[in-house]
């Protein structure tokens, strides 16, 4: 085998690096010359020549296209790492030269995007008005590759116990618990003495089967001596959740400042019911031990700042 840590120091150049992306991306020469601007042949040049500079096999070939094999999982990896600094960096010199302030990237939950996001972008923004902000939505699975690969500065959400790890510091913030919310003039806004009972029989967007929140919420339903309702969509989505308030009079489960936000805006109304049940806190992910940048760190210090005035 060869030296490993010399090809990935000295050895791979940018060029080495895009190509593995595509390929991993793509799944197929063809697709992937077309997408960097170069002939097929190339292609299949360029990742023989990386095979050989690390000893190993790092694609399948066959018919159907390629397949990274478990070797070139690592290396795809270590490349969308390293282009994701390199644009980091590149963003922040063009930002000097133009005269803006930076670049900072967040992954938020829904849970979060609505009242805490909104406010932190704000208070940053004030302060450093061309100071560019990506927000990208999403669950804890959708994101923390995301934010381990570098393409994101940091993470804001629900804190998830069970995804606690090694190299990720986090943050709590605030707790935030759940509502009950419906399309306004929905006939469970009129029921006097509202029970699980009566949210079983309504049609229910309730979170996927893995999110530890649906077991929870299925616990309650129980403990009120009834089934969960039978007539449900599965999401975490909240397009999906407003769509199905109105296309199928649903009842749906959010996080009460999110309801609250869009109840005063006329959108739905948060139902007379209690939902006692223990939630992890709203915080921040980070990269432990990786430097951030000045116009991350502002941005987590307006999170800070926003989350206190909820």
Known sequence: MSDIDRVLRSNLKLRHLQMLVALDQFRHLGRAAEFLSVT???????????????????F??????????????????????????????????DAVASGAAG????????????????????????????????????????L????????????????????????????????????????PGHPLLVKRRLGWADL????????????????KLDQMFFRDGVHPPADIIESASFLAQMSFLWQRDAAAFMARSVARH???????QVLPLKVPIDLPPVGLITMRGKRRTPSTEKMIGCFRQASKMK
């Open 40 to 58: 097929q042949p190339a292609v299949s040049k360029s990742l023989a020549e990386i095979e050989r500079m690390f000893g190993l096999a790092l």
């Open 200 to 215: 079983a029989r309504v049609p229910c967007v309730m979170p996927p089967p893995w999110a530890s929140l649906r077991v």
């Open 60 to 93: 399948d070939r066959s018919t159907r296209g390629t397949e990274p094999t478990p070797y070139g999982d690592s290396v795809v990896r270590f490349a969308r790492s390293v282009l994701a600094d390199y644009g980091r960096t590149r963003d922040e010199i």
């Open 144 to 183: 923390l590759p995301k934010l381990r690969l570098g393409e994101l500065d940091v993470f804001v959400g629900r804190l998830e116990p069970g995804y606690a790890a090694p190299d990720l510091e986090t943050e709590a913030l605030y707790d935030e618990p759940m509502a009950v919310v419906v399309r």
């Open 103 to 142: 670049r900072t990237s967040v992954g938020a939950m829904v849970v979060a995007m609505p009242v805490l996001v909104a406010r932190a972008v704000e208070m940053l923004k004030a302060s450093s008005a061309l100071t560019t902000v990506l927000v990208e939505e999403g669950d804890l699975t959708r």
């Open 262 to 268: 869009f109840e005063a805006g006329g959108s739905l």
